[in-house]
């Protein structure tokens, strides 16, 4: 059974740094992996979506990669600012038959302070 | 505009009496998705639907119904046989055969 892993699980830090969210999954045979974000009380937005062929993929000051080998995968986010405020979640796709069925690690509570 | 739409946002219902939670994608995805969030936990996976009239269990099936009807909506019925239906309910949609999860804004289910 798949199991997702965030650390830390929680963060904060000044407005400007650069920083690295973590997310770890047991069984590496994964298609790919989501990045979201999720603002209280609301929805979850996608970020990135890194296919398994992919080591790096890349949108504004948001960068995904992943090492299938190691079963790691890594958002780093560039020049942070308040507005980054929120939870961040990586999710996989259930191995072994339907990737159509996500597991979801239980987040990172990112807080940008100005 | 494209996209997934839940209503209530918040919904508020006594013990014991069922409950529908409503979920329409104009993305023309053939794939559904219902997920419970709970404090302190990562999402679950209720039931899914890969094509309409057609739907399977997910890990936390107990409780709960659905129906597919039609392509673009995917209704949730929250049963009194439900121990704990007080959550967040997140409907989600993905293009048959394509990996990204698209995510509507959630129904706060709040029973007393």
Known sequence: KQEVTQIPAALSVPEGENLVLNCSFTDSAIYNLQWFRQDPGKGLTSLLLIQSSQREQTSGRLNASLDKSSGRSTLYIAASQPGDSATYLCAVPNSGGSNYKLTFGKGTLLTVNP | ?112
């Open chain 2, 1 to 112: 505009d494209g996209g997934i739409t839940q209503s209530p946002k918040y919904l508020f219902r006594k013990e014991g009496q069922n409950v529908t939670l409503s979920c329409e994608q104009n993305l023309n995805h053939d794939a559904m998705y219902w997920y419970r969030q709970d404090p302190g936990q990562g999402l679950r996976l209720i039931y899914y639907s890969q094509i309409v009239n057609d739907f399977q269990k997910g890990d936390i099936a107990e409780g709960y119904s659905v129906s597919r009807e039609k392509k673009e909506s995917f209704p949730l019925t929250v049963t009194s046989a439900q121990k704990n239906p007080t959550a967040f309910y997140l409907c989600a949609s993905s293009i048959l055969r394509g990996y990204e999860q698209y995510f509507g804004p959630g129904t706060r289910l709040t029973v007393t």
